[in-house]
């Protein structure tokens, strides 16, 4: 009787992991090397990108974010565009933190986000972050980020998906 006692301890014990893990396979990460790839950053020449990611932490915020060699340095740039979404349905479906992208994707952008990282993924620096207004949308082959901070510089981005 003890032990029964005891085993349905455990198992109540563990009742709120199990639920946390069914959660979590809501949430994860979609990659692509794109076929072609253009980042505009501010008051710059548009230039080159590697890879287009998105990142579903929660049902509604999404963070898209845009991977480009520094050019003349060993680092690679992270351009994010942070927002919540605007379209209906789920465009991503996640299993185990891996998505595939179903259907297209429309976020409000609230936040840019820049990052620096060495050739071995470590952080350079601190990120920064800027409160923007605009929008980010993936339809069909195309994807693409616009937008802009309070004092009018603008920030874009432009892919043509596999």
């Known amino acids: 009787m003890a032990r029964l006692l005891l085993v349905a301890l455990c198992l109540g014990a563990a009742a709120p992991v199990l639920a946390a893990e069914e959660k979590q396979q809501g949430f994860g990460r979609w990659q692509v090397e794109p076929r072609r790839c253009e980042l505009t950053l501010f008051a710059q020449a548009p230039g080159p990108c590697s890879s287009v990611r ?14 480009a060699p520094v050019p003349q340095q060993d680092l690679l740039q992270e351009v994010s565009f942070v927002g919540e979404r605007a379209s209906s349905g789920q465009p991503l479906r996640c299993s185990d933190g891996v998505c595939k992208l179903d259907g ?8 840019l986000r820049l990052a620096q990282f060495n050739p071995r993924g470590l952080v350079v620096g601190f990120p920064k972050t800027f409160p923007v207004a605009g929008t980010c949308d993936i339809d069909g082959p195309q994807a693409r980020c616009d937008v802009q901070t309070r004092f009018g510089e603008r920030w874009s981005a432009e892919a043509d998906l596999p």
């Open 54 to 67: 998105l990142d579903q932490r929660n049902p509604s915020v999404l963070r898209f974010s845009w991977m």
């Open 104 to 111: 297209s994707v429309l976020l409000r952008v609230r936040l």
